[in-house]
DNA sequence: TTCGATTTGTTCGTATGTATT
DNA sequence: TAATACATACGAACAAATCGA
């Protein structure tokens, strides 16, 4: 019997070759989707530009198109990157709209979003103590700025937030160009400075109001309040900012929907 | 994940046909995805059955192999499904374990896990006032169940909740067999009624403790605590739970990932 | 406005690697 | 060991959206 043999180029050997990284040898289409990765949180691709095309990608790794394709349907799957067809596939873009939706998960009690104002109530430069400069995992002592913000929703006070976040990586930032920015902070990480807010960790507690913050809320002191501790991250887990928000939850609300992945259609 | 709809349909001819369904036209890959969820929400599939293979469902759907493996990719995103290699495709687990660190994300503040433990404090039925009708797509005065557990972690009393279900999803359960499972709820409504929780909803709140769970948590009334108002769902949007939960969060705290799904190798 | 080039979206098919039974 | 079932990879054809000539 005769080798059953492929009527096309025989062209194979150790087609199952994987990269070796890190010691861990990674599937081709892992491997660029961490390549590609690398390539956005280097900040070197802006938001509104293409990246390059299936084709090119497939040429740049000696793969096929099909296993590109695999990388990025991950990469859609994770909001960090969204394509379109005729056009070409881009950074997620951070609008104010996705931004909001995303990452800041406060709704009326009825369930209507509202857009928050924001006023800066201070500004200024300080040092890491302890526990921010391993939240953002820097030295103690870094130089970090502090911002503190006070938000309106319905025209009421409902949030009051304080950040921190390593000068290093705003570097030229002041008080002026911050508060003129035309943009979400995290808008405002991405297109100033190539700073892309990929993930954040809420830690949430129920804490009684401070006095002050009791008097910005218009509320009686010890008043029940949400808590949220947050650090954002950008690509490879790297900390950008850590922030502490006060919620006045008489009429708001934090949402939290677990497996709001599955959606069929 | 889809992109933008259509504005005009120039309507060529070709072994393209989408699946017309609810008079929108799916790809068959999505089309597939719909009729594997059914299927699986139809409570027809033990958790540790297979699913049908990949073979016998293109044969099924008359699909390629290759447009049967999108379908469970993505349903294996959206962690309905599990896949192992040699073995078969899964509906996904809901072992204590996963169902801990997938829909209950109270940690200790230094962010070690504990395992809860249960005292059912009230196992009574009743029925459905307007909120909670409302909440479970019943008609108001529908006979559910009512059940207000305690629960302990790391010795002392952390989370106050009390769940609303309706009786027609749990026929003939009994006080007895309830406390009697080996298992959390939600994996008790998998097992016993075939009922899988597959996203819930969390509003959450800061809140003044009541005299009578301050007592229980041995807290001053009125000190703060985080308020779950929970809403479970299965497939298709069904509502299968309404819970109200009150956290001591002076040792503990509520985590939330956005993002989390980004993970690259 | 039309048309064609470009780019992503969907579907098919094949070959082979690897884990499980 | 052999059969089974999923995992990775390649390649091709056509559909549909976009954009600029």
Redesign the interface.
Known sequence: MSRARPRKAPRRAGRKAKWALRG?R?PRY?AI??EV?RALSSGRIAADEPLPTEKQLAARYGVSIGTVRRAMDEL?????VV???GRGTFLAPFSSERLLN??W?VFR?DGEREIPIVQTLRFEEARADAETARALAVAEGAPIYRIVNLLLMGGNPVLLDEVRIARALLPGLTEENFVARENTMYGFYQSAYGINV???????????ADAETARRFGIPA??????S?RIAYTFEDRPVESRRTL?H?QAY?????????????
Request: no cysteine; glycine share 8%.
């Open positions: 861990i990674l892992k989707k961490l990765t859609v799957a994770e909001h960090v394509r379109q067809q995303r990452f998960p009690k990929i993930r954040v960790v809420d830690r949430l507690r129920g804490v009684a010890g008043s029940a309040l949400l808590e501790m919620i939850t609300e934090y949402r939290n929907v677990i497996g709001g992945e599955v959606r069929i259609a």
